[in-house]
């Protein structure tokens, strides 16, 4: 990790010499006069450079600049001489290890006319390249050029001016000059994203503009060192970060600091099930539960307040700003929720992180409740929480004889509902639980094998991000869960009614129906039993009204699909993530910033599983699944 603690702008001052100090692995982020800082992440052939104006703080070219894997920035002016004494510095030590290296100057166009004349449309989407004539610098230039044509904007392709004169900062053009290992490439990026009143810019559309022109900028680099007999990468974006900086992990850890002053799980169930069983049981199932829950270890509103104090802009990546500004939007929903628990406006604020009931998963629903029983689909012999117990230390046992870095621990509970779960690295198993014994092994390897081995192996990531989740990723990781329990032969006809109901139940729930009414309709018309139907309507209606019950079935379908169509599962093995992340996990697994998963399921390796995988790609429909 490269630190940005010990010599960032302005702690050196603006004579002092520029000695660089790079770390054992080529990494180097030191501050140049009194406001300009060098970044270098490890020994690469290329340099983006930035002198931005301080009076405009919504640079384009700065924040591309800052992205990069290798960069100079600072203010025009006062730290000129600075920035060229560290600049030359720092490319006579890259030069050691490389043959050819490309200056790339990056810097704003002026604003176009039809933002000084405050016009609603958006300004002309225009780029000027320019470089030096070697065929390295050329082939650069030609595949940024091809690269940014692509990119639309309001409906409009990027246009490129090319062979202007070139951009030169002051001093650069000497340095390129004075040695023949040296090329140039310049850009000037459009101001589009400027508000046409001046009163700031379109934040969207910054962060999408930064994202595909650094992209750009990247391929650019990669074809700079292949025509120049470097050794390329199979993938430009193997030239991005490979570490995360010290605000990135700052930031995380804020982040993760507020998730974990509170479970969020725990702290919205109820811890009276048993007893409000006995008494919905005693009144003829007429009486609407009361439900009791423990007090919250978090403050909401406080909360709030340390969530967006954080400071993501000094990340340097968009796509990891992104990831954080995903969380924090989720975190504001759970605390939401939190302070709103046990009031109707829960249900509401549930809605917000778990959606409503698609039409084609209540048809999919309903069509597994309708369904009849198989004949294959036996209860057996039942287990008791203390038989869930030993089978959780010997499958956890089994994780950590691999490697003793499966650090999860298995509790007994006497204060939640029967059944199993995973919160965080702990395996809590209710004293309560009483289960048919053909369910135990798919149950463990839905919580162990998925939800405590994704916990592991997101905790090896670097950021705590990984661990606790990324935004949205509850759904598939619950149907990764039901996978796991399909893949080893435990999903039952029983378990899938039970999943079906869960969604027909919430469906109900957003509707308006009554803890009663879901009750019925799950007892009444679907033939559930009285203990079941109770079971699946409390843990909709725990807090008010819960819509993550939908996700199980949903997740699961989205799996399927996943497999269906020969899909790879191993992104999802980092850590906890959702299918909108597969890119930038990829991404980032390319670049070096996250590490092989530590652990993959032990169950994809038995035979029985890639049979009866192989056997749903053939026929991959939910009626073959049992």
């Known amino acids: 990790m490269l630190s940005d603690s010990a010599t960032e702008p302005g702690d050196a001052g603006a004579n002092d010499a520029f000695i660089p100090e790079f770390g054992p692995t080529g990494a180097l982020r030191q501050g140049c006069g009194c406001e300009g800082r060098i970044h270098i992440d490890r020994p690469l052939p290329f340099l983006v450079l930035n002198r931005f104006d301080p009076e405009h703080p919504d640079s384009l070219a700065k924040r591309i600049a800052v992205t990069s894997s290798a960069y100079a920035v600072w203010p025009e002016g006062i730290d000129d001489a600075a920035a060229l004494e560290a600049i030359d510095a720092v490319l006579r030590h890259q030069a050691e290890s490389c043959e050819r290296i490309l200056l790339i100057s990056v810097h704003d166009r002026e604003p176009a006319e039809q933002v000084l004349a405050k016009a609603a449309k958006l300004p002309e989407f225009t780029a000027t390249i320019s470089s030096s004539e070697d065929i390295a610098a050329r082939a650069a230039a030609d595949t940024l050029a091809a690269t940014l044509a692509k990119v639309k904007v309001d409906l409009r392709h990027c246009t490129i001016e090319r062979d202007k004169p070139q951009h030169w900062e002051p001093g650069i053009e000497a340095i390129v000059a004075g040695d023949p290992r040296f090329s140039h490439l310049s850009l000037a990026l459009p101001q589009n994203y400027q508000r046409p009143d001046g009163n700031g810019i379109y934040p969207q559309l910054f962060h999408d503009l930064s994202i595909e022109i650094f992209d750009a900028l990247l391929k650019a680099a990669k074809a700079f060192m292949a025509a120049a007999g ?10 991005g970060r490979s570490s995360f900086i010290d605000a990135a992990k700052s930031a995380d850890g804020k982040l993760d600091e507020i998730c974990r002053s509170y479970d969020f799980l725990l702290s919205v169930s109820p811890i009276n099930t048993e007893k409000a069983f006995a008494k919905f049981s005693e009144s003829g199932f007429e009486e609407t539960p009361k439900f009791r829950y423990r007090p919250l270890t978090v403050d909401p509103d406080l909360a709030k307040r340390a969530l967006y104090a954080i400071d ?36 509401h604020a549930s809605m917000l992180l778990y959606g409503t009931v698609e039409r084609d998963l209540r048809d999919s629903a309903i069509d597994i409740l309708a369904s009849k029983r198989p004949k294959s689909d036996s209860d057996g012999g039942s287990v008791d929480c203390y038989a869930v117990e030993r089978g959780a230390r010997t499958l956890v046992g089994a994780y950590r004889a691999q490697d003793d870095r499966f650090d999860v621990a298995v509790e007994l509970r006497e204060d939640i509902a029967a059944g199993l779960m995973v919160s965080g690295n702990k395996v809590l198993i209710s004293t309560a639980t009483n289960m048919p014994a053909h369910r135990l092994e798919p ?98 209606y725990r807090s008010g009204g819960f819509a993550k019950d939908v996700i ?75």
């Open 443 to 540: 149950l463990l390897h839905h919580e162990i094998s998925i939800h405590a081995l994704t916990w592991v192996n997101g905790a090896q990531q670097g950021l705590a991000m990984f661990r606790t989740g990324l935004a949205q990723y509850e759904g598939v990781q619950e149907g990764l869960g039901v996978f796991a329990e399909w893949a080893v032969g435990g999903l039952t006809w029983a378990r899938l009614r039970a999943l079906a109901a869960r969604v027909v139940g919430v469906d109900a729930m957003i509707a308006g129906a009554s803890f009663v009414e879901c009750f019925r309709l799950l007892h009444d018309t679907h033939g559930f039993s009285a203990r079941g139907a109770f079971n699946i309507t409390a843990r909709i």
């Open 312 to 347: 993501l802009k000094s990340v340097e990546a968009p796509m990891l700003e992104n990831l954080f500004s995903e969380k924090r939007q989720e975190v504001d929903y759970q605390l939401t929720m939190l302070a709103a628990r046990n009031t109707p406006n829960f249900r």
């Open 230 to 239: 470097e050794a390329a990468p199979q993938h430009h974006r193997a030239l």
């Open 552 to 626: 199980y079935l949903r997740g699961f379908k989205t799996v399927l699909d996943l497999i269906a169509a020969g899909g790879d599962l191993t992104p999802y093995w980092y850590g906890k993530i959702a299918p909108q992340h597969i890119a930038v996990i990829e991404e980032f697994a390319l670049r070096g910033l996250l590490r092989k998963p530590l652990f993959t399921p032990a169950f994809l390796t038995r035979d029985d599983v890639r049979d009866r995988i192989a056997a749903f790609r053939q026929n991959p429909s939910l009626s073959s699944l049992l």
